[in-house]
């Protein structure tokens, strides 16, 4: 069974950086796509950023140049580094894995953007 657990959320000042850890269980995650998502309140789910096995990236226009998704395969891990946070990043921050029709959700964990 795939278990994604989210950690590394909380509140941070406006021009702050967090580190946001996504551990994955269950399996051997070195050919799936991994990614965030985030979702603020009133508002759909949308893409942050995504790596692919081979390490390509994909970024939502709003996180390009200052988010940075990465993955550690061994560890089957996958961070989100968060620079120069705005509070319109205010959200909660889901963690997601997939492969062909599979895909998985982490349970989700607050980042707060606010002085």
């Known amino acids: 069974q795939v278990q994604l657990v989210e950690s590394g959320g909380g509140l941070v000042q406006p021009g702050g950086s967090l580190r946001l850890s996504c551990a994955a269980s269950?399996?051997?995650?070195?050919?799936?796509?991994m990614g965030w998502y985030r979702q603020a309140p009133g508002k759909q789910r949308e893409l942050v950023a995504t790596?692919?096995?081979?390490?390509?990236?994909n970024y939502v226009d709003s996180a390009k140049g200052r988010f940075t998704i990465s993955r550690d395969n061994a560890k089957n891990t996958v961070y989100l580094q968060m620079n120069s946070l705005k509070p319109e990043d205010t959200a909660v921050y889901y963690c997601?894995?997939?492969?062909?029709?599979?895909?998985?959700w982490g349970q989700g964990t607050q980042v707060t953007v606010s002085s």
């Open positions: 997601n894995v997939r492969l062909g029709a599979f895909s998985s």
């Open positions: 790596i692919a096995f081979g390490g390509s990236t």
């Open positions: 269950g399996t051997n995650f070195r050919l799936y796509v």
